[in-house]
């Protein structure tokens, strides 16, 4: 689904925020983790049936307050295929429960192999006269290293089913400067990246709120960048990680959003998530401390940014 | 493993070559895809299935010419969890027939996500008291975009288990110019990635071939920029994609060896995989086109660098 469906939930809620579903083994809670272990002992399945009780649990308390969510890839695939086939029901169930899904897997490859990556995480497979989709996310997360070659087969899938991508431009983690901020004559590296994400995605089919359907990942740890950037890509969505534990504020990422309060959507994993391991208790209430966090974020947000 | 034992392999073989496993369903015979939808109707198991086999006889037929082989996530996980099962079996099958497995899966991440990304590929993750492995590859490919951040974690794993990586660096395709030949100052960005990897390679912990763990996808279609990465990257081991159907020649990637014919492997997937289509036969002589192909591809890169 495009920006324009994101936005009329993020609207909705008056929340430009996305719960990042990055569950390692030590943030589900012993009570839920413990329950599969002792059903399936000490193996892939139980952690990764943990995770999807924990992921779900989640959901179901976020689901009035926050209007996406963003499962991260590689806390799946550590547990191999078991993993895998745990996100595919994470994804089923974020759909029904009516979240807009950003898969975040930060795939970066070309020609046939950039097709099967979009097969995979947006569209779906040819088998004989069948189509078999795969993970069927509304969204992911691309890696625009290789170039146009790594990004157009997901654009083609992303037409066909009215989906959307997010390119990675400038992250929020330290070591993002090493290549990003290198200078390329007047530009900087991901400031070509930024450009060549706004072609990308053009300008030609915008949607109703003026976006495009390539987005761009910008790290909320650099907010003068983000002001720039905001200015610079007037059509293109951001998604703002490094709220929170990276150091990002609420009054960093208010520049990721135009003047109508639209175009970002800011992330939160970790804040929500592990909320639980702050209240003192076993983590049984692990549902009630990621609302009231999520709940917290939203009204700190909305402090600095309102959602016209 | 070590590139050490990479290198061994090549030697015995006296074949620097790497087979890619990147089955798309069409590139699988008739005969055997057939098969599988008889049994398992057109779903993803059918093709997962057919896939299986059909790497597995391909591996049979390249097992004493080949030295290793790269599967390639992408073709996998457009199948979902089924074809992710099938990857594991198939780095399993590969390992026992002794090649050197490289997960292409150019994952590239940060902190504790890239902690689990190296968990899943070269690691384990630690269920209560018993570490459960992933994939379980000998080495991955990374993107460096995001920097140190993105490589560390793998580091880590990849010297507790005396296993590798290659950084993504110069490919091979024609949008790769778009970021990685962009200017800065008096080096290129993809110099710089070559600089980068060096120094997260580094020169303290050699193997008996002057090579670190760190090593770089240098494109075969770019032969002068191979050339000078050699020489400004001595103790690096080099990927080298590009030969065959994307253009590079054997005369282009000699570049990419030292002068004993080390520290480089050049990978073939198309030219081998679907060999059988160039036979003009039904598919059946896949195995028997596939192991004329590698020796092909051995003998050609043979007139031009001489594995001592």
């Not at 996305?18 to 809670?29: F, I, K, Q, T, W």
């Not at 996100?87 to 429960?97: C, D, M, P, Q």
């Not at 983000?226 to 534990?245: D, K, N, S, W």
Request: with cysteine; glycine share 10%; proline share 3%.
């Amino acid at each position: 689904m495009s920006f324009e469906v994101l936005q009329d939930k993020i609207r909705r809620m008056k929340n430009p925020t996305v719960a990042g579903l990055d569950a390692r083994v030590e943030y589900v809670p012993a009570f839920i983790l413990d329950k599969y272990i002792a059903q399936y002992g000490e193996t892939r399945r139980a952690a990764a049936e943990a995770i999807y009780e924990f992921d779900c649990g989640l959901m179901d308390a976020l689901q009035d307050v926050v209007p996406a969510v963003k499962p991260q890839a590689a806390y799946f695939e550590m547990l191999g295929w078991e993993g895998m086939e745990v996100l595919e029901r994470v994804i089923r169930y974020a759909k029904e429960k009516g979240f807009y899904v950003i898969a975040d897997v930060k795939r970066g490859d070309i020609g046939t192999t950039a097709t099967a990556y979009a097969e995979g995480w947006l569209g779906g497979v040819q088998v004989g006269n069948t189509l078999c989709t795969g993970f069927d996310a509304d969204s992911v997360t691309l890696n625009g290293y290789m170039g146009s070659d790594a990004i157009k087969p997901f654009l083609k899938e992303c037409q066909q089913r009215n989906k959307t991508l997010f390119v990675l431009v400038h992250t929020s983690n330290a070591s993002s400067l090493e290549l990003q901020d290198m200078v390329c004559g007047d530009r900087l590296v991901y400031t070509v990246m930024g450009d060549l994400t706004s072609r990308w995605g053009g300008s030609e089919e915008l949607d109703r709120y003026g976006y495009n359907r390539v987005g761009a990942v910008m790290g909320a740890t650099y907010p003068s960048d983000i002001r720039r950037m905001r200015e610079q890509l007037p059509h293109t969505f951001f998604l703002v990680p490094g709220y929170g534990a990276q150091g990002g504020t609420a009054a960093d990422v208010r520049y990721a959003f135009d003047r109508y309060g639209h175009g970002a959507i800011v992330n939160s994993s970790r804040g929500i998530m592990c909320a639980w391991k702050k209240t003192g208790g076993d983590g049984t209430d692990y549902q009630e401390a990621a609302r009231a966090a999520a709940i917290a974020m939203r009204d700190d947000i909305a402090a600095y940014t309102t959602v016209i």
